[in-house]
């Protein structure tokens, strides 16, 4: 099985490159996704909130997790920041791997890692898929997406790595958002026929 992941700054377009790889029919794990089940999970709470020095908060008779005094907690703290991503990023990888790994049928897997070169995740991945957009681009798609501000959303690209930076090889393959739908959609299937067409001569 091949392990492929889709990454990229904020805003960049990963989760519609990963909904359109579901489109053709590829298998297709998401980080945030496992994130949101893990927060239905009352232990995992419990361990998070500990973590991280903040109190859950009922609801429902529920334990949940007190998002908005974590998000004030670490927005605009990196030591904060790291010390949140240390403990929930190896759980979620975790998960992650043995949900495709028990898709050992499947020729390829594809998996949406937003923070992948932050936690050093690429290297449990055969390839690895940057969707790179324009900043401007970036910026409006998240106002519109968050109802964030545009200085939160540039705060935001100011913590993540430069991916503008990162460049094409053997491993690192770059997708440009910058065209309609279609155009991405035709740059993915490319993508994926060339990283089978490159294990076929491997093999």
């Known amino acids: 099985m091949i392990k492929v992941a889709i990454t990229g700054g904020i805003g960049s377009g990963k989760s519609t490159a990963a ?18 089940e893990l927060l239905s999970d009352e232990k995992f709470v419990e ?15 529920k334990k949940i997790l007190d998002k908005k005094t974590l998000s004030d907690k670490v927005f605009g703290d990196k030591k904060e920041l790291k010390r949140l991503n240390e403990f929930t990023h190896p759980v979620v990888m975790d998960i992650m791997m043995r949900k495709m790994e028990s898709l050992k049928n499947e020729k390829i897997v594809f998996a949406e890692v937003p ?17 790179k957009k324009n900043i401007e681009s970036r910026v409006i798609k998240t106002m519109d997406r968050d109802g ?9 690209v100011a913590a993540q790595i430069d991916y503008d930076n990162i460049e094409e090889n053997e491993k690192f393959i770059v997708v440009n958002n910058n065209g309609t739908i279609v155009d991405l959609k035709e740059n993915l299937k490319s993508v994926v026929a060339g990283i089978l067409q490159k294990r076929q001569k491997i093999c």
């Open 115 to 131: 923070v992948l070169f932050e936690g050093g995740f690429d290297n449990l991945f055969d390839y690895v898929v940057v969707i």
């Open 148 to 156: 964030k501000s545009a200085d939160d959303v540039k705060r935001v």
């Open 47 to 61: 361990k998070i909130s500990e973590h991280m020095g903040i109190e859950p908060i009922f609801c429902n008779g």
């Open 19 to 36: 909904a359109i790889l579901g489109e053709f029919g590829y298998k297709c794990e998401s980080a945030d996704k496992i994130y949101h």
